[in-house]
């Protein structure tokens, strides 16, 4: 799987909007863009996922680029609860395989 | 979303002893189920791939022979430490992938400690 590239920590602020940036530079034409999140000691949590256009639903969206090196999940409004390390993981669509390889992701913290 | 659930959530256990540690998809069949390893304040680490009735995919360095998987149904696979021994206390979570979907879903962990 393509290697990903995510800030180490970002901050936001409650009910404001965070973009979290990701970069795969190396993005192949079956990646699916995926993005996990998890808040402590508790497993990650599916957010969203996509391949070229870009997806809403009612936790996040997901912009991606026009060349699909890189993308952004965007909360519309950070609450206290979306504090958690946000992991941005490609994953090749081909069936039975293709893991989701984690990084380190990016540690979101909300200030209230 | 999707439920996976992890059995038990917290395990205390002697060194030397075999802990067995349960993943159940709740709501959908999974051919594919995956058990990860996370240390403290490190990312998690894929340790092997199982698909119902074969054997498991091991990554390189985790010891098959220690780290037993068991995937005897679409909606059940196991872990079992065997030989227990404190380095092998960690947060251990399941996964596993809901393929009518396309996506991958995780279970709560299981905090193993070893004394």
């Known amino acids: 799987d393509a290697k990903t590239t995510q800030p180490n920590s970002m901050e936001s602020n409650e009910e404001e909007p965070v973009h979290l940036p990701c970069n795969h530079s190396?993005?192949?034409?079956?990646?699916?863009i995926h993005w996990y999140r998890q808040l402590p000691s508790q497993g990650p949590e599916y957010v969203i996922h996509?391949?070229?256009s870009n997806v809403n639903n009612r936790m996040a969206s997901l912009a991606i680029a026009e060349d699909r090196k890189s993308s952004t999940l965007i909360l519309h409004r950070a609450t206290l609860r979306d504090a958690a390390v946000y992991y941005c993981?490609?994953?090749?669509?081909?069936?039975?395989?293709?893991?989701?390889?984690f990084g380190k992701g990016t540690k979101l913290s909300v200030k209230p | 979303g999707a439920v996976v659930s992890q059995h038990p959530s917290w395990v205390i256990c002697k060194s030397g002893t075999s802990v067995k540690i349960e993943c159940r998809s709740l709501?959908?069949?999974?051919?594919?189920m995956f058990w990860y390893r996370q240390f403290p304040k490190q990312s998690l680490m894929l340790m092997a791939t199982?698909?119902?009735?074969?054997?498991?995919?091991?990554e390189q360095g985790v010891e098959k022979d220690k780290f037993l998987i068991n995937h005897a149904s679409l909606t059940l696979s196991t872990l079992t430490v065997t030989s227990a021994h404190p380095e092998d206390s960690s947060f251990y979570i399941c996964?596993?992938?809901?393929?009518?979907?396309?996506?991958?879903?995780f279970g709560p962990g299981t905090r193993l400690l070893v004394l």
């Open positions: 190396t993005i192949s034409g079956t990646d699916y």
């Open positions: 993981i490609l994953r090749t669509r081909t069936g039975s395989q293709g893991n989701l390889i």
């Open positions: 996509g391949l070229t």
């Open positions: 199982s698909n119902e009735g074969s054997k498991a995919t091991y």
């Open positions: 709501d959908f069949q999974a051919t594919t």
């Open positions: 996964s596993a992938r809901d393929i009518s979907r396309e996506t991958q879903y």
